[in-house]
């Protein structure tokens, strides 16, 4: 199957109802979708589960990964925010066919911005601001599982 | 048995040198001078910004800018007023611990590191490496424990399920299932992130993802026995416990 635009929105635009559930939880609100690239089924789909599980690798591409259990040779992943080096480096790990990102992650990216360690084809920037404009307002609010002294949060202007 | 720190790049007592340009002010103009120069180029320095700006000079009346690199000197000095300017050997890397910000204070002022690397090793670790090595199992093997010894996790790899449970990983999981247990929570309410304060020992050297793991965890220190071939993410070439992006840095020891 060729991926269109049109596709790729779609399949973002659910990555995105992901990342949304997980901000309804008080998580970071990342979220992703794994598809089969033969028929473009949803085969897979999570957001961020690191504040629930109380364990900080739980982010939403290896929660997908450890679900299924297999090389995802077939598959192509979406998500929301670039992949982190610790994701990246897992996705090489399961050979990953391609991957397509939202925002890029100034912070901590494994796909260029920080390291390039990608083997796999990945491309960015689709639905840039809306994939930003959450993580910005969830920020701005402040993570409410950390304790007040310890969170990085704006100063409000008087 | 006794391990080898991992120092960063460029580690040694002396500091390699390179050439930069120094301007001579009049003391009266040093503030208009600094406001100045922070309008038009206050990123020029971003890498070597562990050097101050200003230093007072031997004569009284005049203090000594940093300026710029010597191939950019025609260009910038057309605005500034300035007595002299003469080119002088300062530092090209960061100082990492208190010795070395002396030994560098006789060039220039130095900023503090905000990082130091303490000399002083786990006094257990030996002990739990040589439990791994006795072992004697093919899969690589990792213990994670604290300094007070009432949180000792043993993990294996478990790539047989899938190529990403590696070692660490799954110690990881075992510990969010230990902090989860209601009568644990002790430990995890004090240090909130979740390997704060500990110590992991491993036969094998952590990869990349591992090591990036192990950042995202806060854990304080990690040993390992031997070096890999591909993919490692501790040693010379890569350092991801010393990357000045990311938000946390730890120590690591090693054997060969």
Known sequence: MELQKEDILKYMKLALEQAELGRQNKEVPVGCV????????????AYNNTNKSKN?????????????NRDLE???????????????????????????YGCNNSRFGGNGTVLQLNKYPSFGGYLEYDCMKILQDFYEEGNENIEEQFRHRKKQKQ | MQFQQLMPVGYMKQPTLKTF??????????????KLYKQKYHQYF????????????????YVLMLFCFPEDLDKMKLDFEVEQFFEIQLPSIAPINKEQKQIYDEYWNILHPNYEYPHKQNKDAPLKMQQILDTKQTRNKCILYNDENDIIIEAED?????????????????????????????????????AREMTLVTYFEPCIMCSMALIHSRIKEVYYYQKRVVDGGLNDQLQINNMKQLNHKYLVFYQH
């Open chain 1, 34 to 45: 794994i598809i089969n690239r033969n028929d473009g089924k949803i085969i897979e789909k």
């Open chain 1, 56 to 68: 900080a690798t739980q982010h939403c591409e290896i929660i997908c990964i450890n679900r299924m």
């Open chain 1, 74 to 100: 077939d598959c192509i992943l979406f998500v929301t925010c670039e992949p982190c080096i610790m994701c990246a480096q897992a996705l090489n790990y399961i050979k990953i066919h391609s991957v397509y």
């Open chain 2, 21 to 34: 340009v120094i301007a001579k002010i009049k003391k009266e103009n040093t503030e208009k001078c600094i």
């Open chain 2, 46 to 61: 971003y890498q070597h910004d562990y050097l101050k700006l200003i230093k007072q000079g031997q004569e009284k009346d």
């Open chain 2, 158 to 194: 478990e790539t047989h399920i899938n190529n990403v449970r590696h070692c660490v990983m799954v110690a990881m999981e075992k510990l969010a299932e230990h902090n989860k247990n209601q009568n644990n929570q002790k430990h995890f309410r004090e240090t909130q992130y979740y």
